[in-house]
């Protein structure tokens, strides 16, 4: 079966984590995978890195432009053409972009196609006017189902997380300048308001006044993209702002900036916090550490619920640094409650969410898509 899979990627981020390794695990017995994406796109080394065809073209960004409709007609219909030179059997989107490039190119193709809906920014509009174009539409997380009531949701795909990194945890402490009686609290993402990293170093700030060995460790990186005020913005600004917030207050942090692989993070750390104070569509890197065996805690909101179970982790909410102060030196200053956690999150991941269930998953659906 030929699956093209969609992706416009302004930059490498959590569906595009995904989407690598979604083509990495299929069963090329019976799966042919080929990657389109913007021509133009940062990613694309990293998709012509991989062992898929790369196909490119224009994609266009959803504004109000008098000229949207045009530009959205003229990139579905170079779509319809990849599909029918690919011969596809089925269209795989994952962005709000990608659905509507993809609704026009199955509209003029005839190829059915697949809505991975993985965030809560696709318009009203654009679902009830697109919505009814796919034949089979799945949710990463029952929060997102929920969130689109008017979507016809077949089922659920959620992520998968990559088998622990396999380097001794001095090794990786020592990698990223911690030292090997540190506590380490790590939290990964990209940095934007949103993710609450200002929220974590207070917290850590709190926890290091009465225990000392604690500290935090930040990874992830600004992109120009999000250099804008409001909830949902970031960029260098943002980065600059949380340098000087963990100065202001003394807070033990380590900036690491962008990780090839952060793999290493997880093996380095004592616990893992996440600290979204809106509500996330998914969680990936909460399942990337749990498979690690690191206890999480997290925001109780989203989809996180889904994920941490009280054996777990534990949830505090959103936005809550003196909640999430506390759950963080509960944990830390009781190293056999994190390793009874830390197996219990490592059972948990590995049995709901590992490569082997994604891409296992995701064959079902194509399967329901190319044969409905």
Known sequence: MNVLLIDHAPFFGGAESFLLDLVAALNRAEFTPTIVTDARSPVLAKF????ARVATMALPQINRSPFFFARLWRAGSDLARIARATRADVLHTFTVRTHLVGAVASKLSGVPLLWRVCDDTLPRWAGSIFGRVPRCIVAVSRYIAAYYPNLHFAGFAPDGARPPLEILRASARAELGLREDDLIVAHV????????????????????QTIPRARGLIVGAWHAEDDKPGPLGGGKRYADELRALANQLGAPITFTGFLNEPGKAYRAADLFAHTSTAPEPFGRTVI??????????ATNAGALPEIVTPSAGILTPPGDALALADALAHLLADATVRAQ?????????ASEYSLEQMARRMESWY?????A
């Open 189 to 208: 993402g990209r940095l934007v308001r949103w993710k609450g990293q200002d929220v974590f170093i207070r917290a850590l700030a709190r926890v290091a």
């Open 341 to 349: 956690m830390g197996h219990a999150a490592r059972a948990r991941a």
């Open 367 to 371: 399967r329901l898509t190319a044969q």
């Open 48 to 51: 012509r890195a991989s062992n």
């Open 288 to 297: 990337e550490a749990m498979i690690a065996g690191v206890p999480v805690v």
